[in-house]
């Protein structure tokens, strides 16, 4: 069985699962009629991939049975004793693993893969977890540990005949279960997926998590196959600072997604996305964000898109449906069956993303900051990046850093930037091998600094926002900011200065390379500051650009509207494809630029007529050139 998340692999397109006549009660309400109806419809509109949950309270049913005082004195399968074999040892409940067989040969009917979330006591709000471990703590207890492998390793041993399942995920945001740390997480993640391979090692184990904090990521990447990113814009810090159908919520997937490989050194894909129903965003518009979504994903070799979810649940009386609205209308599917805009852009996009692509090219590394806002920094690098016609990729600081032409560390703040080791090594490949480190400060930073040509007088409390000012580049930027960078004395090219006439953006040679300096926030500022992306905001990106140039980043295709992106996809034999996406609210004709050493061949979407390429709104096509002879 080929592993979905091998780079060879298509992009694949699906959703997770709860069967529309039950929800969460879909193993207590069986209904195999009900499940076939729903992957009949889901395989017609061109699902491929469903992450679906064996509900943990409904498969086993270990109880505490205690006696005086409540002193423990056995676990019981309900009422029973513990039966023979692991199914019984692990209070399993046959009917039960019989139901799951029946889906899983379901899904093989309708050539659907699944990627079983196996510890699904976490779920849209709610804890389902057997009686006997309801009150212990899930993810350090020994006693819900011992039971949680015995659940595992009988499910696994049961169930890895399936040739459905492509894949086991720990299951659903487990790190909801409990309070935890990132040791105790670790832990537990290595307990789980030593569990799991002791009886199926040909398959990936995937984390299932919610990724927020960069050390957890780091932590997970060390103790699974797979990690995972669940970016929803109402949840996900800094995301819904604008609306849906913005340019930087068209790349908080993919953004994140490949943030999340940086900082965990492994494989990840989009594991849960969705708009939370019509009080947030319309159907329509949240088929739009899908597409574009669908689109930018795709091109930055995300492997795989899966939408919460796949039903509606608005006939639902239990709970977590009872407390949560916004739970109740997340479907592709109506109740009824009817196909949501969403579904029908997922269906589409299925038949592209049977293109394999290769890995596209990334032009810079960008370091995680040990101090600061992480993930809001990385965002906006990254938004930044991809309007001035380059790709980063992210890194954070531990392990050997990826060679590449330019490295950044954007928006460093406090005195723990990177470790020394790593910074010294950073500042050996601008001197010895001609890279380029551009660092812009919230204040304080990195040192040794003498290299950067320019002295730092003083630092203090704003009392105003700082300007970029350059009548060379065109540049008159704002830029919110706590601390003012007072700079003296410099030696450096001064790129800009700022509202006092003081240089602020310098580049300085260092060797055989640059080092260049932006004395403001830059990335830091921009965060949460709303329609920074949109189509005629102040145009901060050029500072990028200006970076980009002095680095010698050359692209072999350009375009000039910022919000069309592109992607280069180099290919062995010297030719290359691009994935060209507009990510704006309205359709573009753009003129294509290209090095004259290669011709344009191919076009898949998109409509071209010589070198201008139409695009609709939120879409993107797959151009293909050829090295001339």
Known sequence: ?????????????????????????????????????????????????????PLWS??????????????????????????????????????????????????????????????????????????????????????????EVLFIRCFVREMKGEPAIAAWDWG?????????????????????????????STRPVVSGLHNSLSASITAMGDVCDVLTTHPYPIFTPHCSVDYIDSFRNAFHAACQTRWVVGMGHKPAFVEEIGS????VTSDRIAGLYARNALWN???????????????????????????????????????????????????KFAEVGKHHLAPYRKDAVALQSVD??????????????KRAGFDIEFHNGIGPIPEAQCYMLPSVSGTRIIPRHQYHELLRRVREEGATLYVSSCAYGIQPFEGFGVEIESVAQASSPGRIISKEYGLDLTVARERSIRTGVCTAEVLARDEEGRAVFTAAKYGRGKLIFLAQPLENALIDAPRVFEENSPDYAGIYRIVRDLAGIRREVAVEDPMVTL????????????????????????????????????CLCGTL??????????????LTFGRKA
Request: net charge negative; glycine share 8%; with cysteine.
């Open 58 to 147: 409904d498969f086993q049913h270990v109880t505490d049975h205690r006696m005086c005082s409540g002193k423990h004195y056995e676990f019981r399968c309900d009422e029973e004793p513990l039966g023979e074999g692991p199914a019984g040892q692990a209070a399993m409940v046959p009917e039960m693993l019989e139901r799951f067989h029946t889906f899983c040969r379901l899904a093989q009917k309708y050539d659907l893969k699944l990627i079983v979330g196996l510890l699904t006591g976490w779920m849209s709000g709610r804890l389902y977890a057997p009686p006997a471990l309801e009150h212990r703590n899930l993810l350090t207890d020994p006693v819900a540990l011992r039971w």
């Open 276 to 279: 939370f129903g019509p009080t």
């Open 609 to 622: 007529q010589g070198d201008r390429l139409s695009l609709e709104a939120h879409s993107g096509a797959i």
């Open 1 to 53: 069985m080929q592993n979905i998340f091998d780079d060879d692999h298509p992009f694949f397109v699906g959703a997770n699962y709860w069967a529309s006549n039950a929800g969460t009660f879909m193993w207590r309400d069986w209904d195999a009629s009900a499940v076939e109806r729903d992957f009949r419809l889901l395989h017609e509109n061109g699902a491929q991939v469903l992450r679906v949950f």
């Open 172 to 200: 659903n945001e487990c790190n909801c279960l409990a309070p935890e740390t990132d040791d105790e997480m670790w832990v537990w993640g290595q307990l789980m997926t030593s569990a799991i391979k002791l009886e199926d």
């Open 297 to 347: 994903s795709y091109a930055h070799n995300c492997h795989g898109f899966l939408w919460w979810c796949a039903n509606d649940q608005t006939e639902l009386l239990q709970t977590p449906y009872a407390w949560n609205s916004m739970e109740r209308e997340l479907g592709l599917l109506k109740v009824d069956g009817t196909v949501k805009p969403m579904l029908k852009e997922i269906g």
């Open 372 to 385: 600061g806002d992480h993930w809001g920094v990385a965002y906006i690098t990254f938004l930044l990046a």
């Open 567 to 602: 992607t280069e996809h180099p290919a062995p034999d010297g030719s290359f494809e691009v994935v060209a996406v507009n990510n704006s609210r309205s359709d573009k004709t753009v003129a294509l630029h290209w090095n004259d050493a290669f011709e344009l061949t191919g």
